[in-house]
């Protein structure tokens, strides 16, 4: 005979604190205890309990200065305002889960809303949960209650702890057709949903299932319906005495589940009872199901449900384990949701095995360690990059998790440059390497600054490979200096000589750009053994001369700034780069000796384009023309022994420029 044993089988986390916090109470000796009805839906327990000295009162008054546990059913609002007023100290054992549902029903009756209950009308549970929204919950057991509720503005449904999903699913969808505004909480416990589902699962592959628990638990009889729906051949029995053995006989696979008022002792006895009966196999089974836990063990457990302080963990054993939030993680700011999922399966590390309160402390923290301080070393080792998360700023540096392990990155690793400020990498996340690693003395050092040196390195390296003389980049310009603009273009600065800023003649590059500027440039040539980059910025434009038919024309007038004075004339800027002679017999109609009687440098003046010769790119412009449109005097005319040196400046075909003219009177 093979038999299944279901998982999560007996005393749920509810329960547990009730019975070990009342024998705790008990074993005081100070004062008589009673319970505010019987403690837990089963009579076996219930009358042990007596024997060590509970005394059940279904009167809260019965309990008048003296102390009072309330069952982890828990119980209307009034209760706990009775007791005070008749002095009685309540030992509050109501569950979480069920607490919760209270609450929510009081804020949502408080709201308006009608207070819809899905369960057992007669249930302790339900009638704790209806007496916080004055009792004014409508209780829905069955899909015939429906018919008879009326039609509500606001509806708020809550379920028992102990229901099934699939009751709570088809019973509420109808509900909800009864109100204009739901809201609809599904309030099963999550350690009854994970031992129903276990126990649907054990119930699916076995010729007959025992489910032991009190005839009146509601728990215990959810597990006898979902048995019943996979498996015809169902036992629910309260102890070891109702095994029907010679029936059993006949069974080759057998499944087995306790309800969550079944204590550990009874389970036992059915497993004495049966191995009496040659079924060695069944509790050896059951044994094993109930591990054995010291402290300092490693085990693996099932998530049955997650709080922002805290997860609980199913292990096995007859009580539940606890993972406080501070021992989720090493990250402080961790959210317990953020790494963990109800169902998840999860190595833990056995600190306590009661807190006080009968729960196993366990630290999932401690588990993780010890494989990330493998993983961190073999990083190490391999000498590999590696992401970090600062979590922390501290004297000298910051302190950042990696794998998992705090590591300490010095003020001088943190970055390829002084940083002022550490704190603006708080919470910031980047690659680091391990320059020193000592486990025994839980040292890690960690560093930035190589990486990012070796980011740098790659960076250039790709700059490098990317220049092709005659493209046009991106870059920012850096600094200025006499003599051109430095220009970052991906982490290596390029020169833009003066003369290669503008296609006019500048001073100084700031009347171009400016620091921190944006611009586009041309590469003109580059020599990485040197390490040096020339750059163009006027060639990201075309020549003036090369559009020049488009915007001018002879006999257009036009306005113009004095750029260079010689003895022959003068040379006038239209634009950067485009600039035309004045012939000193063309700057006024009176006789003029010298340029400078008439003009300086940067007069703004008005000339007539006189001729437009593209191919020595070269201007001829008049001032007196321009001023004077009505003076018929031909420019042929008016030649005289001075232009002679103009003459030669239109017709040379070799390029003159200002700045040449310039050189030649120094």
């Known amino acids: 005979m093979k038999i299944l044993i279901a998982e999560n089988a007996g005393f749920c986390f509810g329960v547990s604190k009730a019975i070990n916090t009342t024998i705790k109470e008990i074993e005081k000796g100070n004062n008589k205890i009673f319970s505010f009805g019987p403690l837990i839906h089963n009579s076996q327990e219930i009358k042990r309990l007596e024997r060590m000295g509970l005394e059940i009162i279904n009167d809260i008054k019965d309990g008048k200065n003296s102390k009072v546990i309330v069952r982890s059913h828990g119980v209307p609002l009034e209760i706990y305002e009775i007791a005070e007023k008749n002095d009685i100290q309540i030992i509050d054992s109501t569950c979480p889960f069920v607490r919760k549902i209270q609450q929510k029903a009081k804020r949502y009756h408080e709201m308006g809303y009608q207070i819809v209950i899905i369960g057992n009308p007669t249930h302790p549970e339900i009638i704790g949960i209806n007496g916080w929204c004055e009792n004014k919950a409508i209780i829905i057991n069955c899909k015939d209650d429906i018919e008879h ?165 199913n292990l096995g054993y007859k009580s539940d384990g606890i993972i406080k939030r501070n021992e989720l993680a090493e990250d402080p700011n961790v959210q317990p949701e953020d790494i963990l999922s109800v169902e998840d399966k999860v190595n833990v590390y056995i600190l306590s095995l009661n807190d006080g309160e009968g729960n196993v402390l366990l630290s999932k923290k401690r588990v993780d360690s010890i494989k990330h301080w493998e993983e961190v070393e073999a990083i190490f080792n391999e000498e590999r990059t590696v992401n970090a998360k600062v979590i922390e700023v501290v004297k000298g540096g910051l302190i950042a998790l990696v794998n998992g392990i705090r590591g300490f990155i010095p003020a001088s690793q943190v970055a390829n440059r002084y940083v002022e400020d550490l704190n603006i990498y708080m919470n910031v996340e980047f690659d680091v390497r391990v320059i020193e690693f000592i486990q025994n003395k839980k040292k890690v050092v960690l560093s930035r600054r190589i990486v990012e040196k070796e980011e740098l390195k790659q960076k250039t390296e790709a700059v490098w490979a990317s220049l092709e003389k005659g493209k046009e980049i991106q870059g920012t310009v850096k600094r ?187």
């Open 149 to 313: 509720m009326s039609k509500y503005d606001k509806i708020c449904i809550v379920a028992q702890t102990t229901l099934t999903q699939e009751k709570f699913n088809n019973l509420s969808k109808i509900i909800a057709e009864k109100g204009s505004e739901v809201k609809i909480f599904n309030t099963i416990c999550n350690a009854t949903y994970m031992r129903q589902s276990a126990c649907e699962k054990v119930a699916t592959k076995s010729d007959a299932m025992i489910v032991i628990g009190g005839y009146h638990s509601s728990n215990t009889q959810k597990l006898v319906e979902i048995s019943k729906k996979h498996c015809n051949n169902v036992y629910h029995i309260e102890t070891a005495n109702e095994l029907p053995f010679e029936e059993f006989k006949k069974y080759k696979v057998i499944g087995i589940t306790a309800g969550a008022s079944t204590p550990e002792w009874i389970i036992k006895e059915v497993v004495k009872k049966m191995s009496e009966n040659n079924m060695n196999e069944m509790m050896e089974a059951i044994e094993k199901s109930m591990v054995t836990l010291r402290s300092g063990d490693v085990v693996e457990g099932s998530v049955i449900s997650i709080k922002s302080d805290e997860v609980m963990v």
């Open 480 to 666: 200025l200096t006499n003599f051109g603009a430095f220009v970052d273009i991906g982490g290596i600065d390029g020169l833009i000589h003066v003369s290669d800023l503008s296609w006019g003649r500048i001073k100084h590059p700031s009347e171009v750009v400016n620091e921190n500027d944006k611009v586009n440039v041309v590469i003109l040539n580059f020599d990485k053994q040197k390490g040096k980059i020339s750059l163009g910025l006027k060639q990201t434009i075309s020549h003036p001369w090369q559009n020049i038919a488009e915007k001018y024309q002879v006999g257009d007038v036009v306005e113009g700034h004095v750029a260079n004075l010689v003895d022959f004339g003068a040379f006038v800027e239209l634009e950067p780069g485009l600039d035309g002679l004045v012939h000193i017999s063309q700057i006024s109609n009176e006789h003029v000796k010298k340029p400078s009687e008439k003009l300086e440098i940067g007069q703004k003046v008005l000339v007539k384009i006189l001729d437009i010769n593209e191919e020595n790119q070269k201007l001829s412009l008049s001032i007196k023309e321009a001023e004077n449109k009505e003076n018929n005097t031909n420019y042929e005319d008016n030649k005289n022994e001075e232009t002679s040196e103009f003459e030669q400046y239109m017709n040379n075909d070799e390029e003159v420029t200002i700045g040449d003219i310039i050189n030649k009177k120094e």
